[in-house]
């Protein structure tokens, strides 16, 4: 019963067409990729990490994704360029080691001010990269076994990591990815 039902609907729908003109009929089909840029923690839990008193210790896995197709800027930004606690500080080196290589930030020492002049390390990235629109890691590093850079701020006193007195030591540091 179900085959000639189906034979003779086909059947109706070839008298249809048959007399009639031949018709076009046109599809445009336009879809939008909203633009995203972003940076995440993968592997701190409330961004939060210590470090030991030994040497370079990763202490967050990143995830940094961005589709634009000029260029994407990452700054990575350290708050005081020291771990303090009251007046007293340690200093550290960080480094940033990235698969997109123009994101990497080679082993530095972050002091106020650091190296680049303003206070923050920014790195660019031009063109679109397949890897970065879908996902690229990076590591970011600290090493607090490192000497000071010289004499400490007024009312401020630098310790190695292994000698500072008792006490949880801070820094903050924000990490950026946005299209320029």
Same mark, same amino acid.
């Given at each position: 019963? =179900?085959?000639? /039902?189906?034979?003779?609907?086909?059947?109706?729908?070839?008298?249809?067409?048959? /007399? /009639?003109?031949?018709?076009?009929?046109?599809?445009?089909?336009?879809?939008?990729?909203?633009? +995203?840029?972003? %940076?995440?923690?993968?592997?701190? !839990?409330?961004?939060?990490? !210590?470090?030991?008193?030994?040497?370079?210790?990763?202490?967050?896995?990143?995830?940094?994704?961005?589709?634009?197709?000029?260029?994407?800027?990452?700054?990575?930004?350290? *708050?005081?360029?020291?771990? =303090?606690?009251?007046?007293?500080?340690?200093?550290?080196?960080?480094?940033?080691?990235?698969?997109?290589?123009?994101?990497?930030?080679?082993?530095?020492?972050?002091?106020?001010?650091?190296?680049? /002049? !303003?206070? =923050?390390?920014?790195?660019? =990235?031009?063109? +679109?990269?397949? $890897?970065?629109?879908?996902? !690229?890691?990076?590591?970011? +590093?600290?090493?607090?076994?490192?000497?000071?850079?010289?004499?400490?701020? *007024?009312?401020?006193?630098? +310790?190695?990591?292994?000698?500072?007195?008792?006490?949880?030591?801070?820094? $903050?540091? $924000?990490?950026?990815?946005?299209? %320029?």
């Amino acid at each position: 019963m =179900k085959a000639v /039902g189906i034979v003779s609907g086909l059947a109706v729908l070839a008298a249809l067409t048959a /007399g /009639g003109a031949a018709q076009a009929e046109t599809l445009s089909v336009n879809t939008t990729v909203a633009p +995203y840029c972003g %940076i995440r923690l993968a592997n701190v !839990s409330s961004g939060t990490a !210590s470090v030991a008193h030994e040497a370079e210790q990763m202490v967050a896995n990143l995830e940094l994704a961005c589709n634009t197709g000029g260029t994407a800027q990452l700054v990575v930004n350290p *708050l005081n360029g020291d771990f =303090k606690n009251g007046n007293n500080l340690i200093n550290y080196a960080m480094r940033l080691d990235a698969v997109e290589n123009a994101f990497d930030i080679n082993t530095t020492d972050a002091t106020p001010g650091d190296a680049e /002049g !303003s206070g =923050k390390f920014t790195r660019n =990235k031009v063109g +679109y990269s397949q $890897s970065l629109a879908n996902g !690229s890691s990076a590591q970011f +590093y600290l090493n607090v076994n490192v000497a000071a850079p010289g004499p400490a701020p *007024l009312g401020q006193t630098f +310790y190695p990591a292994n000698a500072a007195p008792a006490g949880t030591y801070n820094e $903050s540091f $924000s990490f950026e990815l946005s299209a %320029i």
